[in-house]
């Protein structure tokens, strides 16, 4: 009888500590609703000092019609406001989700991860995009994981006959799918984006981020579905990566620094591109580009580096390797366009201000599907310094007959193979 007691207050005192220190059981105070917000799952977790935010539990439905925001919201802001190394949790299911940003600082935060395993659709309705925004958009933050196999899909098949860019230089920026504003250390590896209104994925003003094993998929006359833009960022490395687009796999903007990318499966889509520069005043260089270990198949073009005639100001694109790099029926497989026009026509005669230097292409091979293999358009006001071509191997596609080269305004330093020949 006396053990009995013993043990009846035993139990009592440790119901008790668990109740008030509930992250003794991965419990925490409530949230939205009164629900407990905060849940361990060994299957999620890692460490005993991990907490799991799911947004089910702060109220998402994951049905694919009601708007999830409100849920998405509470859950990153409890994450983003709690202590140590955090999780949230994306389960499997369709989410409809409108315009949201996920917002730092996230002070106390040693690091966050976003298990992204859901399926989530963008809304449709382009008056609840502001403009140049973004669909979901993380910014402002340090130590950053998404991740889980998840995928975004921007359900751009209406959206994209509003895109009236290819004809209109004023014309209004559709929402990029997921976009990330300066952010630091960041790792995004395993997530897919499809159909995204304008950009699939965007960085702006990001340092060292690196980003694998990434799926992107729009179809080929999708209009500026650009697969990854990078703009004004450093220490950026994409890798292990498939994209098929409508329009750049890759596009490095200006303001670049130290971006390496290899192991890129490009296409369908215009290829890897430097690129466009000088069209806006006040870009800053770009320097620091290694392209390598890529493989591009029936993309309209291979490596391309494009400006813009009439350069509101001068600026420089200098130091960029691009190595080992194959190219299937690719239809400008070495582009260089220093008079860069995507409009049906553009009045400005004048010479591009951007100064191209230091630009090396190392064994490129592979089928030109164009009679023109290698294009070198430089600008008259500022020609092309240094540029190297070594071990390019280029056949015509068709087998009927050789490629050729094109230069302008360039003076071009050559070594081991050459085919097609070199410029005359």
Not at 81 to 88: D, H, Q, R, Y
Not at 105 to 111: A, G, L, Q, Y
Not at 307 to 332: G, H, K, L, Q, R
Not at 409 to 414: A, E, G, I, L
Request: positive net charge; proline residues 4%; hydrophobic residues 35%.
């Amino acid at each position: 009888m006396g053990t009995d007691i013993i043990g009846i207050k035993l139990l009592y005192v440790l119901s008790f500590f668990f109740c008030v220190n509930g992250r003794g059981l991965g419990l925490a105070s409530s949230g939205a609703n009164g629900v407990q917000m905060l849940e361990r799952s060994p299957a999620e977790l890692k460490g005993a000092n991990t907490h799991l935010f799911n947004v089910r539990r702060f109220g998402a439905q994951a049905d694919g019609h009601t708007d999830d925001r409100r849920a998405f919201t509470a859950a990153w802001k409890e994450a983003c406001a709690s202590t140590g190394k955090v999780k949230l949790l994306i389960p499997k299911g369709t989410y409809l989700i409108g315009p949201i940003t996920f917002a730092g600082p996230c002070n106390s935060v040693s690091s966050l991860t976003v298990v992204m395993k859901g399926y989530l659709k963008a809304t449709t309705d382009l008056s609840e995009y502001g403009f140049s925004g973004g669909w979901i958009e993380f910014g402002w933050m340090e130590g950053l994981t998404l991740t889980g196999g998840g995928t975004f899909d921007g359900q751009g098949v209406e959206a994209w006959p509003y895109n009236k860019c290819p004809i209109n230089a004023n014309c209004k920026l559709l929402p990029t799918s997921l976009k990330f504003i300066a952010t630091n250390k960041t790792v995004v590896r395993g997530i897919t984006s499809v159909n995204s209104k304008f950009f699939h994925i965007a960085l702006v003003e990001c340092n060292n981020f690196k980003g694998s094993k990434i799926k992107i998929s729009a179809p080929e006359n999708s209009p500026n579905t650009d697969g990854i833009h990078i703009e004004r960022s450093s220490g950026v490395y994409f890798s292990q990566s498939l994209i098929g687009t409508g329009d750049d796999c890759i596009s490095v903007g200006q303001g670049n620094s130290q971006v390496t990318i290899t192991s890129i499966t490009c296409g369908p889509g215009h290829g890897i591109s430097v690129g466009s520069l000088g069209k806006y005043p006040n870009e800053e260089d770009v320097s620091g580009l290694v392209v390598k270990d890529c493989t591009m198949t029936r993309t309209t073009n291979g490596i391309r580096i494009k400006t813009w005639a009439n350069s509101p100001d001068s600026s420089e694109a200098t130091n960029m390797t691009f190595e080992n790099i194959v190219m299937n029926n690719v239809t400008n497989p070495i582009i260089i366009d220093q008079a860069y026009c995507p409009f049906m026509s553009c009045a400005s005669k004048a010479p591009s201000r951007v100064k191209l230097s230091d630009i090396y292409f190392k064994n490129i091979r592979g089928t030109s599907s164009s009679a023109v293999a290698v294009t070198l358009k430089c600008s008259r006001g500022t020609p092309c310094q240094n540029i190297y071509l070594q071990d390019v191997h280029l056949d015509l596609s068709s087998g009927d007959q050789h490629a050729t080269s094109s230069c302008r305004n360039v003076r071009v330093k050559y070594s081991g193979t050459q085919i097609p020949p070199p410029c005359a």
